[in-house]
């Protein structure tokens, strides 16, 4: 609930600025531009907090404190040879996440070169010389927000990952899982592991070829072969020669990829009945 004497301060900022969001923190009130994204699952515009400008006071605006001064030496060939080598899939980044996509290359290409943690993603971007050309809003403020927005928006990635797997002759699939003891991150279940201990997972299935082609998260809780069947449901793999490790085996994965008339291989376990050893 905003204070009555703000109304005035916020017009005034609005005129400046155009459309901002205000968020109250504690007892101060704070000032972020505000954009909107298509929400394709629920048809309808969601907002999304951008750029912090600054904190409401009883005398106005307090803009936040300036940059120190410009920097004069930068970090130019690490990054530069990566985005050179991003140019192949940039246009379809900027396609697909019209909102975002200057933060994915600048995260990505960032922390390929430095795997800080996020909190220092701003810090990290300000060092190389490509800052400068790409506009990224990396602030602790802000990135939070915009990785989630990035993460839901599962139609997007899925016609990205149909376009990285295009005409590729061999794909291999891998599951994996982490352990995770946040309790915001609603993916995290109980589920089967070797270690057989009671924790919270994430299931990782990984799709690469000559190149990574496919990361997507699931809850642990979803068997491995419900996953391998969906995945087949959304994307084309009919023309590849499918690779899985032998924790994928089962009769009725045999059987999908069969009825498909796939090509693949499968190895198996050493204890397998289906091996004879007696030959």
């Known amino acids: 609930m905003?204070?009555?004497?703000?109304?005035?301060?916020?017009?005034?900022?609005k005129k400046e600025y155009g459309s901002v969001e205000i968020k109250k923190i504690g007892h101060n009130y704070y000032v972020y531009r505000v954009s909107s994204i298509y929400d394709r699952e629920k048809k309808r515009a969601k907002k999304i907090s951008g750029e912090y400008i600054g904190r409401i006071t009883m005398n106005g605006l307090e803009k936040k404190k300036p940059l120190p001064s410009?920097?004069?030496?930068?970090?130019?060939?690490?990054?530069?040879?990566?985005?050179?080598?991003?140019?192949?899939?940039?246009?379809?980044?900027?396609?697909?996440?019209?909102?975002?996509?200057?933060?994915?290359?600048?995260?990505?290409?960032?922390?390929?070169?430095?795997?800080?943690?996020?909190?220092?993603?701003?810090?990290?971007?300000?060092?190389?010389?490509?800052s400068g050309e790409i506009d990224a809003s990396l602030s602790p403020n802000t990135i939070s927000e915009k990785l989630r927005s990035i993460g839901s928006d599962w139609n997007s990635q899925r016609e990205f990952y149909r376009m990285l797997i295009g005409k590729k002759s061999v794909i291999f699939l891998d599951l994996s899982s982490i352990f995770s003891y946040s309790e915001?991150?609603?993916?995290?279940?109980?589920?089967?592991?070797?270690?057989?201990?009671?924790?919270?997972?994430?299931?990782?299935?990984?799709?690469?070829?000559?190149?990574?082609?496919?990361?997507?998260?699931?809850p642990r809780s979803v068997r491995d072969v419900k996953y391998f069947s969906s995945v087949f449901e959304e994307f084309d793999l009919s023309r590849c020669i499918l690779i899985m490790e032998h924790g994928f085996f089962s009769m009725k994965n045999i059987e999908e990829l069969n009825k498909r008339e796939m090509m693949f291989i499968q190895p198996l376990r050493r204890n397998s009945k289906i091996i004879d050893y007696s030959v």
């Open 70 to 130: 410009p920097r004069s030496v930068f970090e130019y060939g690490n990054a530069r040879i990566l985005f050179i080598m991003a140019q192949e899939i940039i246009l379809d980044i900027q396609r697909l996440f019209p909102i975002h996509w200057k933060e994915i290359i600048a995260i990505s290409i960032t922390r390929t070169i430095m795997p800080v943690p996020m909190k220092y993603l701003e810090s990290a971007w300000s060092k190389l010389y490509l």
């Open 184 to 218: 915001n991150i609603r993916l995290a279940e109980k589920g089967y592991n070797k270690d057989h201990k009671g924790l919270r997972q994430i299931n990782f299935a990984f799709l690469f070829s000559n190149e990574p082609v496919m990361l997507n998260a699931t």
């Open 2 to 13: 905003r204070e009555p004497w703000m109304k005035k301060i916020v017009d005034e900022i």
